[in-house]
């Protein structure tokens, strides 16, 4: 499939759905078993980055742009995200960061922070997957 109008939609739509689950399983098992807190983070940006361009799928019906900035993903799908859920979008890209360039990391994350967290992006993952 050389051309982007080759692509099936539905199918990259349900990759990065999949894609999406799979990182917040992985994301809460890390976070829950207080194991590798850090990645656990990471995870959960991943999930909602994940979540995220399959939205971009869906309204653009294009590859998402290789970017990691979950606020500016958010803007490029369309989706009428509300403060809490920006917050909560702003917060987590730090995990990115800090995810990929752990030379940059400041002081560790504590499991009761990075338990609240994951409570909080669950909010946000759960309200993304709603908007299918």
Do not use: C
């Not at 995810?99 to 499991?111: K, N, Q, T």
């Amino acid at each position: 499939m050389n051309e982007e109008s080759d692509v099936d939609i539905e199918k990259q739509i349900a990759h990065w759905r999949k894609g999406a689950d799979e990182a917040w399983e992985a994301a809460v098992d890390m976070i829950n078993k207080d194991r590798r807190i850090q990645f656990g983070l990471f995870f959960v940006h991943l999930a909602l980055e994940k979540i995220v361009k399959a939205h971009i799928w869906r309204i653009k019906q294009k590859m998402p742009p290789h970017i990691h900035n979950l606020t500016r993903l958010a803007e490029i799908a369309e989706l009428p995200v509300d403060i809490e859920n920006k917050k909560v979008l702003a917060e987590v890209n730090e995990f990115n960061i800090e995810g990929r360039y752990s030379d940059l990391l400041g002081l560790p994350i504590s499991l009761k922070d990075a338990r609240g967290y994951l409570r909080r992006a669950k909010g946000t993952f759960e309200w993304l997957k709603k908007q299918f």
